[in-house]
């Protein structure tokens, strides 16, 4: 028997149990839904058309930046421009778009990692958010390549390394679940630790001892070709069998996928 509930979306909350990455679908005063038992089953989301700010929680006809409505979009320290500029975060003065906020979340422990997803790349995190920032990103195998006191320090590492290695995830090329075998995370990690320390001999005290190469599976398989992506806002309906998730997305039918995350504050209606 199927049901259908509405509510606005979020990002997929996840974990990882035994290398195995759990989803769940969050749902307003709700229990969430078990995502990885409906893969191989019917799914159908549809938008409604309604929109609400993912910070104050009012409805808007709008969004002026992802989720938020124009007040928040200047006042939010969700819309910060460190959180995708890390380098430029103040965290550490004391300082920030809402100070307080920066404090709990940016004056703490930072990483800087390399990642298998859809090919080798860095990036920057908060020590708190391992896994799960990995598992945002679809990321096959992680490692951790220096460790930091705080956000700025991670993000200037980021930007030395950016001269030699992209920060964005190829999502297609993540999404089509092959994993890159000719990548090696420890090699890498030794390889790019020492081309750091010659940029500049501070960061070797930074760089971790810790080599461990996370391992991360996803319950999906590999994709036909070609990938369609839907935006709610052109294609408000969409259903078929739910045959897998990767990253922040849901895989419908093989080749269609929706990146929930980009759609957070958008309400829909799910039948199960």
Not at 26 to 35: D, T, Y
Not at 121 to 150: C, F, H, M, N, S
Not at 210 to 236: F, G, M, R
């Given at each position: 028997m199927s049901t259908s509930t509405s509510f606005f979306l979020d990002k997929l909350p996840a974990r990882l149990e035994h290398d195995a990455v759990q989803y769940n679908l969050s749902l307003a005063q709700r229990e969430p839904i078990a995502l990885n038992e409906l893969v191989g089953k019917e799914f159908k989301l549809e938008y409604t058309g309604r929109l609400q700010c993912i910070d104050c929680k009012k409805n808007v006809k709008k969004f002026y930046a992802p989720g938020l409505c124009y007040v928040c979009m200047m006042s939010s320290a969700l819309n910060s421009e460190c959180i995708i500029n890390p380098e430029l975060c103040e965290a550490h003065l004391g300082k920030g778009r809402v100070p307080e906020w920066e404090e709990k979340y940016h004056n703490q422990p930072h990483i800087?990692?390399?990642?298998?997803?859809?090919?080798?790349?860095?990036?920057?995190?908060?020590?708190?958010?391992?896994?799960?920032?990995?598992?945002?990103?679809?990321?096959?195998?992680?490692?951790?390549?220096?460790l930091t006191p705080y956000r700025q320090l991670a993000g200037q590492i980021e930007v030395v390394l950016k001269n030699q290695l992209s920060d964005k995830t190829n999502w297609r090329a993540m999404l089509k679940n092959v994993k890159d075998l000719s990548i090696d995370l420890k090699a890498e990690k030794n390889h790019y630790a020492s081309w750091l320390v010659d940029q500049d001999q501070e960061f070797e005290h930074y760089i971790a001892e810790d080599d461990t190469v996370h391992v991360l599976s996803y319950p999906t398989t590999i994709l036909s070709q070609p990938i369609q992506s839907v935006k709610l806002e052109k294609q408000a309906k969409l259903e078929g069998i739910l045959t897998g998730i990767k990253g922040q997305y849901l895989i419908i039918n093989e080749n269609t996928v929706i990146n929930i995350r980009s759609h957070a504050g958008y309400e829909v209606v799910v039948n199960l």
């Amino acid at each position: 028997m199927s049901t259908s509930t509405s509510f606005f979306l979020d990002k997929l909350p996840a974990r990882l149990e035994h290398d195995a990455v759990q989803y769940n679908l969050s749902l307003a005063q709700r229990e969430p839904i078990a995502l990885n038992e409906l893969v191989g089953k019917e799914f159908k989301l549809e938008y409604t058309g309604r929109l609400q700010c993912i910070d104050c929680k009012k409805n808007v006809k709008k969004f002026y930046a992802p989720g938020l409505c124009y007040v928040c979009m200047m006042s939010s320290a969700l819309n910060s421009e460190c959180i995708i500029n890390p380098e430029l975060c103040e965290a550490h003065l004391g300082k920030g778009r809402v100070p307080e906020w920066e404090e709990k979340y940016h004056n703490q422990p930072h990483i800087v990692y390399l990642a298998n997803s859809g090919g080798l790349k860095v990036g920057v995190t908060r020590v708190d958010q391992i896994p799960t920032r990995w598992i945002d990103q679809g990321a096959d195998e992680a490692i951790i390549l220096a460790l930091t006191p705080y956000r700025q320090l991670a993000g200037q590492i980021e930007v030395v390394l950016k001269n030699q290695l992209s920060d964005k995830t190829n999502w297609r090329a993540m999404l089509k679940n092959v994993k890159d075998l000719s990548i090696d995370l420890k090699a890498e990690k030794n390889h790019y630790a020492s081309w750091l320390v010659d940029q500049d001999q501070e960061f070797e005290h930074y760089i971790a001892e810790d080599d461990t190469v996370h391992v991360l599976s996803y319950p999906t398989t590999i994709l036909s070709q070609p990938i369609q992506s839907v935006k709610l806002e052109k294609q408000a309906k969409l259903e078929g069998i739910l045959t897998g998730i990767k990253g922040q997305y849901l895989i419908i039918n093989e080749n269609t996928v929706i990146n929930i995350r980009s759609h957070a504050g958008y309400e829909v209606v799910v039948n199960l």
